[in-house]
């Protein structure tokens, strides 16, 4: 069995209710919300996979709004003791999932303005989202394979609150063509 993961409902209006060979989650928005929600699942079965779909500002702007693999997270609102921006004192700097594809940089807010982006994407980033680096992290601690999907809801600047909520279940409807086509659900 394969385990669903989203950080909020929206994220999955394309999705059925019941997908075959899946358990489905949905954690809450932030890093606190998906660390607890998926070491609860994780604590309570046994899963051979965790697919994690949702939505994520694009801050490189040669990202299109499509589907994208994430292959690393990094955290954007944590510093050192050095004062260094995304290093935090006692996680690990950067988590991968063992894929190729494109850094994201999460954290408890929502990006929105041209000088954040711009601090972000100094740190090698492509998109910006608030749960990806915690399910990561927390899939290592207890060896499950993870994958994520993001789809670009909107590029994290002017109001982008705005554009994602007018773009979520478009976001959704690219996700859900991508599990299809890839597992065949």
Known sequence: ???LVAALDSELTAFPADLP???RLVTGP????????????LDAADYEEI???GTAGAIDPALESEVYEIAAAIQHDVVDLDGVVGQHISLPGRV?????GVTIATGDHFVDGAESVEV???LGAGLVDMETYAYIWVAQQFGVPIRVLKSVSDRAQDDAITDWRETVAACSAQLREVVRAEYGV
């Open 51 to 53: 697919l994690v779909v």
């Open 30 to 41: 932030g890093k606190l919300k998906a660390a607890y929600a998926l070491t609860r699942a």
């Open 120 to 122: 972000v994407r100094g």
């Open 1 to 3: 069995m394969k385990l």
């Open 96 to 100: 991968d999932t063992a894929r190729d």
């Open 21 to 23: 060979g899946f358990t």
